[in-house]
Structures are given as structure tokens and as C-alpha cells.
């Protein structure tokens, strides 16, 4: 319950999409508003990642990090820098100043992350429109399957 007391947050593909719900409550409140059988795919099966949150920074800006088409849940630190430099820093265009949604942005473009954005700390689940489900981690964060 300590990671969720801040937001909490899914995506799950259904219709050929990634669709995201997120809201600024705690976790056992959150799950007790949803219905799984609202996120199943058109073949029977789940396809979903989630985010609970114990913010350290700015409430604003949940996770998931999501489009239509892919969607992260990234834990670690990326940048404590302000947004306004990120673009020069990264060449990449955020939305938020939420530095996991870097990640997404580089994902998008073909970038990878534990590249680009080295020395950063991370541990990152995405979700592909396709069903696909991907993780990844560097040296800095633990990652467990």
C-alpha cells in the first residue's frame, strides 16, 4: 500500500489500442472502482501493465506514460533537471515535466533508453499495442519477473 498512497494507474490494449486510465488516489480505493472485465481484449486475454505511486516529487503527471500505441511504467530517475532543457539535453519533446515520459518519447522514436540515457536509473515495462509486453532495467534499478 506504501507505493500506491499517491496514484495509481493501468493501460491494457483492447480494440487495437492502449488505452490508460490513471487517477490521484490510493491504490486499494482505485482497484475497488475498476472492472477487469472492462479492460479484456477481443480474444479472452488481459494484456495490462500498472503503475502504483509514493510521489517524492510533483503530483501532477502519473504513470502509466502512454499514446494509443505504447505505454511505460518506468521507476528511477532519468533527469533532475528542468523540462525546458530536456529537448536540447535528449532531442526529445515532452509533454509533462515528468521525467519517465523521456523514456516513452524515446521509445517512440526508435531510441533506446539505457543508451541514450546513460548514466540513468532504471526499470521500465512497456506495452505495445500489438500485446506485446517489454521490460527492461540497467544496473541502477532491480527488475523482478
Known sequence: M???????GVS??????????????PA????????LEDWRNEDGNLYCIGHVRYSTSDLRYNQPMASDKLSIVHNGVIS???QEIW??????????????????RAMEEDVNPLQHFEPASMAVCALYDDKR???FRNAERPLYY
Do not use: C, F
Not at 2 to 8: D, E, L, P, V
Not at 90 to 98: C, F, G, K, V
Open 133 to 135: 509486453i517489454v521490460a
Open 28 to 35: 486499494n480505493e482505485w482497484i475497488q472502482q475498476q472492472n
Open 12 to 25: 491494457y490494449v483492447k480494440n487495437g489500442r492502449v488505452n490508460t486510465i490513471k487517477d490521484p488516489i
Open 87 to 104: 529537448e536540447s539535453t535528449y532531442q526529445l519533446r515532452t509533454e509533462t515535466s515528468n521525467d519517465s515520459e523521456l523514456v516513452l
Open 2 to 8: 506504501i507505493r500506491g498512497k499517491h496514484a495509481t
Open 80 to 82: 533532475q533537471e528542468p
